[in-house]
């Protein structure tokens, strides 16, 4: 038809589809990044048109070239530090996960102890880049990096830490927890079971919130509040992933006695699912904190221009390694028999971690016994830290709401796949039948 012209015009594909949705995000028909990846490393990606100075007739057609103003510039490549199969097989164990027990959403994040480079990062519900037509705009952020929570018994590891480090605990100090209550402020603090007379390393594995609470409130005010600070929380992980946010983490001013005892078990803060990781990463390196990347460190192609980070020694946090290397050893002790989290074991590796049970707010105020937040987060192998991972399933609905029950064995099936696929050797084969406890892992595996 006269006045109707046809253009070729060009689009991202993405060979994965949703299991990288959240991660590389997508372009519009212009090819600018508008979310994820491709938003963050926008000018980088994109390449630069040249310029000429040119002749033309009066029909717009070029008939001369007068000069070369500029040259274009291709777009450069980025190399992630994903791993596709590490990626795949957190994106499947999550999205079993969060169907199994109904639960309202769920994020995962692996981390290299060793770099701070992200291997895999998942959300669900998840959405496909590559199905222009009905995308719901909710779906596009990254959980993971955006959405917060409060992370419950999660930290209680890095609370007893602080206590050790202060010098007035050690592991086997004799805690009276007496019939699994006490008030504080007015407020009950309750266990879920009453333990009587424990010592700080069966706190942490029974994981005892009045325990920890008495603990804590021997402590100097605001030591929780530095400690917190220190691994990375009330603050972004400076990843640039866009839309990251910094947590809360309540001002030291503002700490009383009730704000420091619910401090001690991970309420009245806020952290995403990111800020969790780089923490137990900062724990299994014995304190030393890195910066962290979606960047192969090690590729040429990833310019220092990009990320200066490939020389960066990391932050010592204020804590001892020695009393980090105590709570280590006692997180192993969380994920056996009699523990919180045996279904967060992996035969043939030593596994360290801790779950969080976390109660949700209500529109009334307050926390409702309801809705749950199921977390687990951890490290193996423990006795030389590779990969850290955390898990969050926001709330479960099909009765299990338990960080123990709900959250751990995500993080048992996908952290066993990581340690294999990128041939990470075991810690633990002195276990009795571990041949056949392989065998059956990976059956269910599929």
């Not at 979310?35 to 033309?56: C, F, H, Q, T």
């Not at 209680?156 to 007496?178: F, H, M, N, R, V």
């Not at 704000?259 to 699912?273: D, I, K, P, R």
């Not at 969050?392 to 696929?421: H, K, Q």
């Amino acid at each position: 038809m006269k006045g109707v012209y046809l253009q070729k015009e060009y689009r991202r594909y993405y060979p994965d589809g949703e299991i990288f949705g959240h991660l590389l995000g997508f372009t519009d028909i212009d090819d600018y990044g508008q979310e994820g990846l491709e938003l963050a490393y926008n000018d980088w990606l994109s390449g630069i048109p040249g310029r000429k100075k040119v002749v033309k007739d009066r029909l717009g057609r070029t008939i001369a070239i007068e000069e070369q103003i500029s040259s274009p510039e291709p777009g450069k490549d980025l190399v992630l530090s994903i791993d596709r199969g590490v990626q795949y097989l957190a994106y499947k164990e999550l999205k079993k996960a969060v169907h199994k027990h109904k639960a309202k959403s769920g994020s995962a994040v692996v981390m290299d102890i060793k770099t701070g480079e992200i291997v895999a990062m998942v959300n669900q519900p998840a959405f496909n880049p590559n199905r222009l037509s009905g995308r719901k705009t909710k779906l596009y952020r990254n959980r993971a990096v955006t959405d917060l929570f409060e992370p419950g018994s999660t930290m209680k590891p890095i609370t007893i830490a602080a206590a050790l480090d202060s010098g007035k605990y050690s592991a086997s100090t004799q805690i009276e927890t007496g019939d699994g209550w006490m008030m504080v402020a007015g407020k009950t603090i309750k266990d879920t079971h009453a333990n009587g007379t424990i010592d700080v390393t069966t706190v942490l594995q029974k994981s005892s919130n009045v325990g920890t609470v008495k603990i804590a409130l021997n402590l100097p005010k605001t030591l929780l509040w530095e400690t917190f600070y220190d691994f990375g929380f009330g603050s972004d992980t400076g990843s640039g992933f866009p839309g990251e946010s910094a947590g809360r983490l309540v001002q030291p001013r503002r700490i009383h006695k009730i704000e420091q005892a619910a401090l001690s078990f991970g309420y009245g803060m806020a952290v995403t699912n990111l800020q969790l990781v780089q923490a137990y990463s900062t724990l299994a390196r014995l304190g030393k904190k890195l910066p962290v990347t979606f960047l192969k460190l090690d590729d040429s192609k990833n310019s220092t221009t990009i990320l200066n980070i490939n020389s960066d020694p990391g932050i010592d946090t204020s804590l001892s390694a020695r009393s980090l290397q105590q709570v280590n050893k006692m997180m192993e002790r969380v994920v056996q028999q009699g523990g919180t989290a045996p279904q967060a074991a992996i035969p043939g590796y030593r596994v360290a971690g801790k779950t969080g049970t976390v109660k949700k707010t209500s529109k009334q105020g307050g926390y409702t016994d309801k809705n749950y937040s199921a977390v687990f987060a951890g490290f193996a192998p423990a006795s030389n830290p590779r990969l850290a991972m955390a898990v969050m399933i926001d709330e479960p609905a099909n009765g299990d709401y338990y960080g123990g029950l709900v959250a751990a064995p995500t993080f048992s099936s996908v952290m066993a796949g990581a340690l294999r696929l990128l041939n990470i050797n075991p810690d633990d084969i002195k276990q009795p039948n571990i041949a056949s406890k392989i065998i059956e892992k990976l059956g269910k595996q599929g």
